[in-house]
């Protein structure tokens, strides 16, 4: 388990990450969103204790990142896959992990298998690798150890829709074996699949966290009617706020006037039958990760991958 309680890191007098608390559970996968800038990679700096905290703890299953005795075993780290020596092939950037580990040699194999690099990719220099070349290359040399945790960077960059899928499976399993990924990410399509829990981060604050579920849960209910204006009065005038959009559906398509509110759909119906108002849509609202990141982190967007 990783947990980060209250951490605040400074330059000066800029406040890059401020009293950051959440947790990241075995067995998950918690997707760590927010926009360029925002103190993802910051935060998860001061994880591995490349960066100090002004303020604040990360333990991981109890201990700090440098106390670990043998980190490679324990915690698999990506932060950026163009850190790799470009003079070295890909082979050597995991035999001297191996070693470096104390593991059997025949790991090297094994984890180029599992990446999908061939022996040719293996013998070229790093210097010579596409970005998704190296994404596979660095995520290779954090599982080399086969730890129980994975803190990730940005792994996508770089990778073709294939990749992209293919990494979405190697993580997925490895969380349902009963380990812990912690991801960051500015691709939204791709957290909304993988993540177990999300924790969003704007100018350097947590602004929302909580599992999938409970963050995408239905935002309220889509209704179309054969009276709409009858229906809208009929919910306020039980005290619930309803609004009538006249542009159509959710996308901004034609259709007729759409109500929205953010009661249970069950209400509505009942509301209608007891009026008298035939219902020609009734339905859960789409609550996608998008407008919630969006709306969420408003204040410190620059840009954002949304596909």
């Known amino acids: 388990m990783i947990a980060v309680e209250g951490v605040t890191k400074q330059y000066g007098h800029f406040t890059a990450v401020d009293d950051v608390t959440f947790t990241a559970r075995p067995g998950r996968v918690t997707g760590f969103l927010g926009p360029n800038g925002a103190g993802k990679s910051t935060t998860m700096r001061v994880m591995v204790g490349l960066t100090r905290a002004s303020s ?41 992990a191996q070693q470096f580990m104390g593991l059997p040699r025949q790991r090297v194999d094994q984890m180029l298998e599992v990446v999908s690099l061939t022996p040719a990719e293996a013998s070229r220099r790093v210097g010579n690798y596409s970005l998704g070349m190296r994404q596979r290359l660095g995520i290779a040399t954090a599982l080399i150890g086969d730890p129980e945790v994975l803190i990730l960077d940005e792994p996508a960059n770089g990778l073709d829709p294939a990749g992209i899928r293919w990494m979405r499976d190697l993580l997925r399993g490895y969380a349902d074996r009963g380990g812990t990924v912690l991801l960051s990410s500015h691709l939204l399509h791709e957290i909304e699949v993988i993540a177990d829990d999300i924790v969003m981060i704007g100018n350097g604050r947590i602004v929302s966290q909580g599992t999938k579920t409970e963050l995408l849960h239905a935002a309220g209910t889509v209704v179309r009617a054969t009276d709409i204006a009858v229906l809208q009065r009929a919910l306020e005038q039980l005290g619930i706020t309803a609004t009538v959009d006249e542009n159509g559906d959710e996308n901004g398509a034609g259709g007729g006037a759409v109500l929205r509110t953010d009661v249970d759909p069950a209400l509505v119906g009942k509301v209608a039958l007891e009026v008298g108002v035939a219902l020609t849509e009734l339905r859960a609202a789409d609550a996608g990760l998008e407008d919630m990141f969006l709306e969420l982190t408003a204040t410190s967007q620059r840009d954002v991958a949304i596909a």
Not at 70 to 85: I, T
């Open 56 to 96: 604040g703890t990360v333990t991981i299953s109890g201990r700090h990142y440098v106390d670990l005795p043998n980190p490679g075993l324990e915690v698999g780290v990506l932060l950026d896959a163009s850190a790799q020596h470009a003079g070295r092939t890909g082979r050597e950037i995991l035999v001297i």
